[in-house]
């Protein structure tokens, strides 16, 4: 059980550059999350998904484009990067039931946008 | 979310029981308590979490006061690969996706 995957770990890019974030999750969790942490701070939330098909914008949507065709596979696309997307990504996964909702993270790609 | 106060930052000797307290007094009767940690560069890692009974498991213990204005996280056995910024996090389980808050956590730090 590898859990949450991420790919790559790490990326420079030039401005206007686009590139796909890869993230998968092999617990069968309807759940999956995109957040970004920029250094010194907590993790803000860009986007989510409750099952295939579904996405919603979280609280730092702009820039970015998500998909869900797959239960395991949520990836997390940036188009014309620009240096405020430096960032680390963390991809998150949960089962969500209402006596519990822990969610499981990714280790994360570093991303650097020059 | 409840909002949550812990202390910037503490040590704890190797060996030694790490116990990290956290501060939520404006919780309300259906948000439960989190704890999650961060190790550095690596993603953040569940611990643990309760309601209002104490909880442990095979990593950490959690204490809640009776009133539940507070908690603390125990560590029993504290190593230097428990050097990590602690988070204390108070939501309710709404049964659907929601975003965790990180606030700015305790940095544990495990001194030899």
Known sequence: ?114 | DAKTTQPTSMDCAEGRAANLPCNHSTISGNEYVYWYRQIHSQGPQYIIHGLKNNETNEMASLIITEDRKSSTLILPHATLRDTAVYYCIVRRNTGTASKLTFGTGTRLQVTL
């Not at chain 1, 998500?66 to 949960?94: G, K, N």
């Open chain 1, 1 to 114: 059980n590898a859990g949450v995957t991420q790919t790559p770990k790490f990326r420079i890019l030039k401005i206007g550059q686009s590139m796909t974030l890869q993230c998968t999750q092999d617990m069968n969790h309807n759940y999956m999350y995109w957040y970004r942490q920029d250094p010194g701070m907590g993790l803000k939330l860009i986007y989510y998904s409750v099952g295939a098909g579904i996405t919603d914008k979280g609280e730092v949507p702009n820039g970015y484009n998500v998909s869900r065709s797959t239960t395991e596979d949520f990836p997390l696309r940036l188009e014309l990067a620009a240096p405020s997307q430096t960032s680390v990504y963390f991809c998150a996964s949960s089962y969500t039931q209402s006596n519990t909702d822990t969610q499981y993270f990714g280790p994360g790609t570093r991303l650097t946008v020059l």
